[in-house]
């Protein structure tokens, strides 16, 4: 891993304790690996990993409900396959979760095109407000206002984190 993506999941990590989030839930993705590792090796932070996602939004709900503010780490692959959890358990009984999610097929990345298109459609859809994290420097303050969005508002609250705020942005090249 970069410097670049250790010093951007440093400062995704201060965010997320400044935010009074102690839960994170995470699903391994390798362009997520710097941040998932910041969040394992802090002690202040509990960290739940998942086999997939859906299991995150019912850990998450049932953490909240004992007093616990979580956030859910996933690609927007697994945004979608939560789906079904975030509809019956979040919305429906309208428990707050900060979810952080890797915007794979963002403007600029060669990869995931199709997952990227579909992102904020479906985000839209739900009536989950975003927001899209490009500067690592933002990080922070961004995720403590969502938190205050996300308690608030008694609904999900989603943050999109693209390659430049996880530090993974490379040069482009001529095509």
Do not use: W
């Not at 927007?76 to 309208?94: C, D, E, P, R, V």
């Not at 999610?101 to 009536?127: K, N, W």
């Amino acid at each position: 891993m970069s410097a670049e993506e250790a010093a951007a999941a440093t400062k995704i990590v201060t965010g997320i304790k400044q935010a009074g989030i102690n839960l994170v839930a995470t699903l391994p993705d390798v362009n997520l690996a710097q941040l998932l590792h910041a969040v394992d090796e802090d002690p202040d932070l509990l960290h739940v990993p998942l086999c997939r996602e859906e299991e995150g939004i019912g850990i998450c709900a049932g953490a909240y409900l004992v007093g616990k503010k979580c956030a859910a780490v996933m690609q927007n692959g697994g945004f979608f396959n939560s789906n079904n959890a975030i509809i019956s358990t979040l919305l429906q009984y309208q428990i707050p979760l900060l979810l952080m999610i890797y915007y794979a097929g963002d403007v600029g990345d060669r990869t995931f095109s199709t997952s990227g298109s579909m992102t904020e459609p479906v985000l839209q859809a739900l009536g989950i407000r975003y927001y899209i994290m490009r500067e690592t420097a933002d990080a922070p303050e961004l995720i403590q206002r969502a938190q205050i969005l996300t308690e608030d508002s008694k609904r999900p609250v989603a943050l999109l984190l693209t390659k430049e705020v996880l530090g993974r942005r490379t040069a482009l090249r001529s095509l």
